[in-house]
């Protein structure tokens, strides 16, 4: 939920964390995750648009399923390191400082419409929790993912029963999801960095 006015008063002896933050490494293997989701999207999607044309006999229907359900689990596992990552970037900072709590950081990609733009939201608060302005290509990286994922989600789902349509909409989205998994690799570099300097500083919030 996001925190009130009354709320924002931090005590001293909760700042600074009694242990130093790590998000580097974090930030790094979500980095990963993120592109290695981006890699099997892409070859599931060209995979299933090979299968329109002359496929070679070991691109069966199943190879094509099987590649399409490596995709999707790639997806779930990079998202669950995305949040353990947010998480733990919310909680580096003392209660209060950010707007919204990290319980609310996490709930608001899985709320209906508010998934569009909540996410984002609390994302930028994150910067300046850190001291920094939000970048001004996030924008362009959230449009990529808020249009991308849905043109994968719904090839994924017409897979078996519409093959041509699914492998455009999977080529449409997977393009825009590479896209926006080299943003997010960037974001989450970049935002790690700045948090672990600015609670090194000794400063509770950005300006």
């Keep these: 939920m996001t925190t009130t006015p009354a709320s924002q008063a931090v005590r001293a002896s909760e ?52 590649l399409v359900g490596a995709a999707a689990v790639s997806l779930l596992v990079a998202a669950l390191a995305w949040v353990v990552w947010q998480h733990r970037a919310v909680r ?3 209660p209060g400082t950010p707007r919204s709590s990290p319980g609310w950081h996490l709930w ?17 608060d994150l910067f300046r929790c850190a001291g920094r302005r939000r970048p001004r290509w996030m924008v362009g990286w959230w449009v990529l993912w808020v249009v991308g994922l849905p043109l994968s989600v719904a090839g994924w789902s017409v897979a078996l029963d519409q093959p041509s349509a699914a492998a455009w909409l999977m080529g449409a989205g997977c393009l825009l999801l590479a896209g926006a998994a080299a ?18 500083s000794g400063r509770p919030t950005g300006r």
């Design 183 to 200: 943003g997010a690799c960037a974001l989450v570099s970049g935002l790690s960095r700045s948090i672990e300097s600015r609670l090194s």
């Design 15 to 66: 700042w600074p964390a009694p242990a130093p933050v790590r998000l580097r490494g974090l930030g790094l293997g979500v980095g990963v995750l993120v592109c290695l989701h981006a890699v099997a999207a892409l070859v599931a999607a060209g995979a299933m648009a090979w299968r329109l044309g002359d496929p070679p006999a070991w691109l069966t229907g199943e190879a094509t399923s099987g």
């Design 92 to 94: 580096a900072f003392p």
């Design 108 to 124: 608001s990609w899985l709320i209906p419409v508010g998934a569009w733009w909540l996410p984002y939201r609390n994302l930028g």
